[in-house]
C-alpha cells in the first residue's frame, strides 16, 4: 500500500469522481524544450483510463511568447530562481508558447471524453501551476481559475491527478484540490517528475495535506 492510502483500491464513482490530466503536451516530452524524462511513457494508459471517467478535465499550458517565467527574459539560466512578488519564481526554458504545435494538447490524448479544456499559465506577468489557482500575482494572492467551482457545480468530490509533472503542476494542483474542499489522489504511475530525486519530499507534501497518492492498478470500476 503506498504512503498516504486508506484502503487497497479505489472504485471509480462516475458520479462523484473526476479526472483531472495535467499538461500532457510535448514540450514537456522528450525532445522538448522542457522534457520531462519518460513522460511520453504515460500517454498510452492515460488514454486508456479516461473513459473510464464521466467527467475529465485536461489542463494545457499557454504562455504569451515574452511569459514572466522564462528565463530567456531575464537574461539567466534555465531552472534558476527570482524573486517575484513575495516568493520565489523558477526560471524556464521557453516552452508551450500559444499556438505553436508544441503547446497543442498530445495527439493521444482523446479530447472526444475530454469534457473541459483549461488553459494556464495565459498572463504574461503569472505563473500558473496549478489548475485550481495561479501563482501569487502582483498583489500577493492566488486567484482562482474556476475550476473548483465548476468540480462542485458538478457533485465532483474526489479528483484523481495524472500529466505533467509530479512534482510541480500535477503536485500543486492535487494540493489545491484539497484547499478547495475535494479528496484528491495522484496516480503515481501516470505521472513524472522533473526532479525524480526529490520525489520522497514531494510525496511528504502530499501526506501532509491529506493528498493520496498510488498506482493506476489500484482504480477498479468506471466504464468502460
Known amino acids: 500500500m503506498t504512503d498516504g492510502a486508506q484502503s ?4 471509480i464513482d462516475r458520479e462523484h469522481d473526476a479526472l483531472l490530466v495535467v499538461d500532457l503536451q510535448p514540450d514537456f516530452m522528450p525532445g522538448g524544450p522542457l522534457a520531462v524524462a519518460e513522460g511520453d511513457q504515460i500517454v498510452l494508459p492515460i488514454a486508456a483510463l479516461v473513459p473510464r471517467f464521466h467527467f475529465v478535465v485536461a489542463t494545457q499550458d499557454w504562455h504569451p511568447k515574452h511569459h514572466v517565467s522564462f528565463a530567456a527574459q531575464h537574461g ?29 494538447l498530445h495527439q493521444g490524448l482523446p479530447l472526444d471524453s475530454v469534457g473541459v479544456i483549461l488553459r494556464k499559465g495565459a498572463y504574461p506577468h503569472i505563473d500558473s501551476y496549478s489548475a485550481f489557482r495561479e501563482n501569487i500575482g502582483p498583489d500577493g494572492k492566488r486567484h482562482t481559475t474556476g475550476l473548483g467551482a465548476l468540480l462542485h457545480a458538478r457533485r465532483i468530490r474526489r479528483v484523481f491527478v495524472c500529466g505533467l509533472a509530479r512534482d510541480f503542476c500535477v503536485g500543486w494542483s492535487a494540493l489545491d484540490a484539497i484547499a478547495e474542499g475535494f479528496s484528491a489522489v495522484v496516480i503515481d504511475d501516470l505521472t513524472r517528475a522533473v526532479f525524480p530525486d526529490k520525489e520522497e519530499e514531494t510525496s511528504a507534501r502530499f501526506s501532509a495535506a491529506g493528498v493520496l497518492h498510488g498506482r493506476s492498478s489500484r ?6
Open 219 to 224: 482504480l477498479q470500476g468506471g466504464a468502460p
Open 76 to 104: 539567466l539560466s534555465p531552472f534558476s530562481s527570482i524573486p517575484l512578488y513575495g516568493a520565489g519564481q523558477t526560471l524556464w526554458p521557453v516552452h508551450c508558447v500559444q499556438g505553436t504545435p508544441g503547446a497543442a
Open 8 to 11: 487497497d483500491v479505489w472504485t
